[in-house]
Nanobody
Framework: QVQLVESGGGLVQAGESLKLSCVAS????????MGWYRQAAGKQRELVAL???????NSADFAKGRFTISRDNAKNTVYLQMNSLKPEDTAAYYC?????????WGQGTQVTVSS
C-alpha cells in the first residue's frame, strides 16, 4: 500500500504562484513514477505532469513554461511549482503514484485562481 498526501493548495490571484507537495509513504519501490493530475468542476481529470525517479518528465502542453515538476527521491516527495497562474488553472490537483500495474491517487488539494 502507498499513501499520498498533498499539500500547498489555496486561493491565489491570477499571475501569482503556488507550490504543491506530495509525500508518499508505505511500500515505496525504486523506479516509480510520481506526478500530478487535475480535475476542474464538471470536467475530466487530466494529466499535468509526471516524473520518473530517473528524472524523465511527461507534461501537458498547458503546463510547459509555467509549471515545473520536481522530486526528491530520498524523501519520496514530488513537487509542482506553478507560476503565472490563470483562472482556468482552478481545479483539484491530485498526486499520482505509478509502478507497473500499481496505481494510487492522493486525496487532492484545491487550487483556486481568482481573476
Amino acid at each position: 500500500q502507498v499513501q499520498l498526501v498533498e499539500s500547498g493548495g489555496g486561493l491565489v490571484q491570477a499571475g501569482e504562484s503556488l507550490k504543491l507537495s506530495c509525500v508518499a509513504s508505505g511500500t515505496i519501490y525504486n523506479g516509480n513514477i510520481m506526478g500530478w493530475y487535475r480535475q476542474a468542476a464538471g470536467k475530466q481529470r487530466e494529466l499535468v505532469a509526471l516524473m520518473t525517479s530517473g528524472g524523465t518528465i511527461n507534461s501537458a502542453d498547458f503546463a510547459k513554461g509555467r509549471f515545473t515538476i520536481s522530486r526528491d527521491n530520498a524523501k519520496n516527495t514530488v513537487y509542482l511549482q506553478m507560476n503565472s497562474l490563470k483562472p482556468e488553472d482552478t481545479a483539484a490537483y491530485y498526486c499520482r503514484y505509478l509502478l507497473g500495474s500499481t496505481r494510487y491517487w492522493g486525496q487532492g488539494t484545491q487550487v483556486t485562481v481568482s481573476s
